[in-house]
């Protein structure tokens, strides 16, 4: 199965100067509860962002750049390489990649913050009607986290 995790604010901002431009550690919590033990896949430039594989999931790079590579990651240089990898899957940024994959995946682990950030990285509009919402959940606004938010599992209707 593959899935595809994304936090994005309003105007589907999910990147500026490719660093995210919120700090919402609930968030962080959400996606390490939901990625470790499986595969993320990602592109070279959110692995880089990231500066290191994250730990207990394998990290896969996809990039075209041949001569790439890196400690700690599996590397692939095609959309199509994606079917041949186990496990559950989780495609995991950024925007080209979100593009290019919009089409594989079967479900989709969305947190939506509600405001507006300056961004030069965005995720690919989706249309609502085109999933089924499986779950909905707000998420809790305090000194730590300080943006309304909601985490959503979208599962594609057929």
């Not at 490719?18 to 550690?25: A, C, D, E, F």
């Not at 939901?34 to 896969?60: A, D, H, Q």
């Not at 989780?90 to 919009?102: D, E, K, L, N």
Request: hydrophobic share 35%; net charge neutral.
């Amino acid at each position: 199965m593959v899935s595809l995790i994304v936090c994005h604010a309003n105007q589907n901002v999910i990147g500026f100067k490719n660093k995210m431009p919120w700090h919402l550690p609930v968030d962080l919590k959400h996606v390490k509860r939901l990625t470790e033990g499986n595969t993320i896949v990602m592109g070279r430039n959110t692995f880089e962002s990231l500066g290191r594989p994250l730990p207990k999931r394998r990290n896969v790079v996809l990039t075209t750049n041949k001569d790439f590579e890196a400690g700690g990651v599996d590397i692939i240089h095609g959309i199509e390489e994606i079917k041949n990898l186990s496990g559950k899957i989780f495609i995991f940024g950024g925007s080209g990649v979100y593009q290019q994959t919009m089409d594989l995946v079967d479900e989709m682990y969305v947190t939506r913050i509600y405001e507006t950030f300056a961004g030069d990285t965005f995720f690919p509009d989706y249309d609502l009607d085109e999933w089924e919402v499986a779950a909905r959940e707000a998420g809790t606004v305090d000194e730590k986290n300080k943006y309304r938010h909601e985490f959503l599992k979208l599962i594609r209707k057929n």
